[in-house]
Every structure is written in structure tokens, then in C-alpha cells.
């Protein structure tokens, strides 16, 4: 089946580690996105590429980091950069990556990270 | 930044009734979309509005999209147990490559 696989589900970080979320889609998208989720604040936009070897920064990117060397995949980093990282954090991507429209995002089933 | 604001932020119903939940934008957009996420799950797509319609329904949601208010809101119809969950709108301004969400509305639907 077509979709998003994101990995790990939880990950456990002491603080000053860096750590990489996977994010692996089969839909033969264009662009993905990484979003971090707080509670009560929605969903805040970190990082997105539309196209292979090129992204750019959302509106909270200090302190992560993310390639796209492969159409298919969009790890992010958080690196000890980032102040507060416990979040809830979902990759998306969609099909259309038009310079003045987005469609349908298809959502993973996001990771949670604990920085304990 | 936030771009659409939901309201309200809570809502409580039994199940058979229908529920409404507003979304408020600033800017111009080209289409507005919704949302929904089960706890602790990813986001579902339910339906996009493009800014030159008014109206649009999918099974037992109907969204409509008033852009002199700058206004969306999301019906649906004879809700059930399963409706339970938050809600997003999602903006996507002119000129712009990204989606912008709100903060939500949680919705739950008492059996």
C-alpha cells in the first residue's frame, strides 16, 4: 500500500544528543514537509522540499536540520540546537508542488520525542 | 506564523446531532482545506475548497468558504461516536508553496 511510514513512533533523548526522524513516502511525491506539534498550538511548519536536493526553512527551522537526497525520503535532525524539542512531530507530502499552490497533504503517523 | 484561527476550540455533542466548526483567515488565499486528527495519530485530509467556490460537500460534511469575511466552516451532518477527534483548517495564501493550520477544534461525540 501507498503512503508515509515515519520512524521511530517514540524516541527517548538526553539532553545535548542529536537525533534523525525518518520519514519515507512511496507516493511518488514531489514535495514533503515536516511539521512539530505542541498541544494547543496546531501545527507549526519546520522544513519542506519540493524538489530532490533542495529544501527550505519554515517558520520554527532554528535548530533542526533536514536532506533530500532521495525523492522518497525527508530525514529530519534535531539537533541539541533546538531549546524545547519535546514535540509531536509529522512528515507530510504532497503530489502538487507548484510555485503558487499546495494540495492534498498525506500525512505519517508521526513521532513522538521526549527529551528527558 | 498562524493563519486560520478555529472556532470554537471545544466542542461537545450527542451523537445524531451536528456539529459546526468555524475557521477565520487574514490573508487571500487560493484554496482552504480541513483536517482531521485522532489522538495521537497523523492528520486525514477531509476536503479542499478552492477560493472561487462557495459550497462543497463530501458524504456528511458540507464546508463552505465565504471569502469576503474571510471565513470557512465545516458541517457535519448526524455525527457519530467515531467523529470524535480535532479538527484543522489549513490555508494556503497566494503566492505562497505552504499550508498554514490552526489550532483546531476538538470535537467529541457522546454515544
Known amino acids: 500500500d501507498g503512503g508515509i511510514t515515519q520512524s521511530p513512533k517514540y524516541l527517548f533523548r538526553k539532553e545535548g544528543q542529536n537525533v534523525t526522524l525518518s520519514c519515507e513516502q512511496n507516493?511518488?511525491?514531489?514535495?514533503m514537509y515536516w511539521y512539530r506539534q505542541d498541544p494547543g498550538q496546531g501545527l507549526r511548519l519546520i522544513y519542506y522540499?519540493?524538489?530532490?536536493?533542495?529544501?527550505q526553512k519554515g517558520d520554527i527551522a532554528e535548530g533542526y536540520s533536514v536532506s533530500r537526497e532521495k525523492k522518497e525520503s525527508f530525514p529530519l535532525t534535531v539537533t541539541s540546537a533546538q531549546k524545547n524539542p519535546t514535540a509531536f512531530y509529522l512528515c507530510?507530502?504532497?503530489?502538487?508542488?507548484?510555485?503558487?499552490?499546495?494540495?492534498?497533504?498525506?500525512f505519517g503517523e508521526g513521532s513522538r520525542l521526549t527529551v528527558l | 506564523s498562524q493563519q486560520g484561527e478555529e472556532d470554537p476550540q471545544a466542542l461537545s455533542i450527542q451523537e445524531g446531532e451536528n456539529a459546526t466548526m468555524n475557521c477565520s483567515y487574514k490573508?487571500?488565499?487560493?484554496?482552504l482545506q480541513w483536517y482531521r486528527q485522532n489522538s495521537g495519530r497523523g492528520l486525514v485530509h477531509l476536503i479542499l475548497?478552492?477560493?472561487?467556490?462557495r459550497e462543497k460537500h463530501s458524504g456528511r460534511l458540507r464546508v463552505t468558504l465565504d471569502t469576503s469575511k474571510k471565513s470557512s466552516s465545516l458541517l457535519i451532518t448526524a455525527s457519530r461516536a467515531a467523529d470524535t477527534a480535532s479538527y484543522f483548517c489549513?490555508?494556503?495564501?497566494?503566492?505562497?508553496?505552504?499550508?498554514?493550520f490552526g489550532k483546531g477544534t476538538k470535537l467529541t461525540v457522546n454515544p
Open positions: 507530510a507530502s504532497s503530489l502538487y508542488a507548484g510555485m503558487s499552490s499546495t494540495g492534498e497533504l498525506f
Open positions: 507516493l511518488n511525491h514531489d514535495a
Open positions: 522540499s519540493q524538489i530532490v536536493n533542495d529544501f
Open positions: 490573508t487571500s488565499i487560493n484554496n
Open positions: 475548497i478552492r477560493s472561487n467556490e
Open positions: 489549513a490555508t494556503d495564501r497566494s503566492g505562497s508553496e505552504k499550508l498554514v
